[in-house]
């Protein structure tokens, strides 16, 4: 089982932990899979910057392979001709600036909704769950911009949506036996229940992805087009990807990508958000200032007032930087033998960049462990992969 053992249920803590001992670069075996954990800025840069193409690729493990319909997705597809298909389509198609900005008006009229809700609660004086009501925020944009419905009116309803997001995401990131422990680990994994669940997960996600179809099958007039209807016309137009032609496997795939990629991770940045400024009053009286002293009375406010509250941006930074929604970023597959800090890593290791323990390293952080958005004052560090310190939406190609 070589370290296995050493890892226990929150993998970057426990990696954090034994980086403290090992250094920055680390090579463990996790069952049969030679792996390295870089858990420093300056090695995080050595990889994904100058030897990118060296560690580009994705090793094959059993969730992403189940959730991603043999790794038709974007974000676990191995790196070739598909790879670099799929991501022009996402660039030039799904993520395109038109496209985002079509969205304004949905994140608009939820934002309204979450307030007006928040706003009877605090007259009421009854308590929120903040949980909650982010986590529906954010599904709620993601389901209208993607599928055009709200999820109340899918499978994803009646409580349904934390349960079955929540449980794709542990069945996406969790540690599979079969993966590190050959012959015998999937043995392991059907007496865990693991297998069982995986297969129930995908088994949901399948239904509300046939819901979707079903829901698009009809030619209707709408106002713009959603994620289905574009790629249901990519479908029918019989774009060619990879080797093949666009097939209902690879579109269930890509919805797969956004309903777990974009749910989770921006309600869980605003519930850290929210935590860090109860935790700290003073930071919370700073943004309030700010935004009153920046907006006035305004009761709504655009995405191009943003623009003026500087220092709610440093909270954010901050926020990410102690809390950042993937701790370990994917894993990537080494293709080409290259080295870090004089160690050699060879081709087929598998390459996990820890952001958690990046972000709270002292040799790069002073008072790591503090709140202080100050810190983002004069500073260019930004979120974008380039600056290796921060890297809340990961580095690399
Ligand atoms: C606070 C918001 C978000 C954060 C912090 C975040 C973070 C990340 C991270 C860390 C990765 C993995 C990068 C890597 O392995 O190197 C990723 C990948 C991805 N995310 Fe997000 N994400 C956010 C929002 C979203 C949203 C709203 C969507 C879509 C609607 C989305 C779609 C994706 C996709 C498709 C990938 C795979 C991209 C690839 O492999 O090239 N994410 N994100």
């Known amino acids: 089982i070589g370290n296995l053992h050493q890892i226990g249920e929150l993998q970057h803590q426990s990696l954090w932990n034994l980086s403290k001992k090992y250094g920055p670069v680390m090579h463990m075996k996790l069952g049969k899979v030679p792996t390295v954990i870089l858990s420093s ?13 060296d ?3 994705r090793p094959t493990l059993a969730g992403p392979k189940a959730l991603s319909y043999n790794y038709l997705d974007i974000g676990f597809s191995p790196f070739n001709e598909y790879w670099k298909d799929i991501r022009k389509l996402a660039v030039m198609e799904l993520f395109s600036n038109k496209k985002v900005h ?6 608009d009229e939820e934002v309204k909704k979450l ?13 929120v769950n903040l949980n909650v009501k982010l986590l529906t925020l954010t599904a709620s944009v993601v389901c209208r911009a993607t599928f055009g419905v709200t999820f109340e009116d899918t499978l994803l309803s009646d409580n349904n949506l934390g349960e079955i997001v929540r449980e794709a995401y542990e069945m996406m990131a969790s540690f599979s036996a079969s993966d590190f422990i050959p012959y ?3 043995i392991i994994d059907r007496f865990t229940g693991l297998l069982g669940r995986r297969e129930k997960s995908v088994g949901d996600l399948d239904a509300f992805y046939e819901q979707m179809f079903d829901m698009h099958k009809e030619e209707k007039e709408r106002m713009s087009e959603d994620f289905v209807d574009m790629l249901l016309r990519l479908m029918k137009e019989e774009t060619v990807i990879g080797n093949g032609k666009l097939t209902r496997n690879h579109i269930k795939a890509i919805l797969m990508d956004v309903l777990l990629g974009g749910v989770d991770s921006s309600s869980i940045t605003m519930t850290w958000a929210m935590t860090e400024l109860a935790r700290n009053p003073r930071v919370m009286k700073k943004v309030q200032s700010e935004i009153r002293n920046q907006l006035g009375n305004k009761s709504k406010i655009s995405i191009d007032d943003t623009d003026k509250l500087s220092y709610l941006k440093m909270v954010i930074k901050e926020t990410w930087r102690l809390h950042p929604p993937a701790p370990l970023l994917g894993p990537k597959e080494v293709i080409n033998e290259f080295e870090i800090n004089g160690y050699v890593i060879q081709p087929k290791t598998m390459l996990q ?10 040799d790069t952080w002073k008072d790591p462990e503090m709140f202080l958005p100050e810190r983002f ?21």
């Open 353 to 362: 960049v820890n952001v958690w323990a990046i972000g709270r390293d002292p």
């Open 115 to 127: 307030m007006d809700s928040m706003a009877e609660s605090a007259s009421q004086q009854t308590p």
């Open 55 to 57: 560690c580009c690729s």
């Open 184 to 186: 015998v680990g999937w």
């Open 102 to 107: 079509s969205i304004q008006p949905i994140k």
């Open 377 to 397: 004052l004069d500073s260019n560090i930004d979120t974008k992969g380039q600056n290796f310190e921060l890297l809340p939406f990961g580095g690399g190609r």
């Open 41 to 53: 800025s300056d090695t995080a840069r050595q990889a994904l910057k100058d030897h990118d193409l």
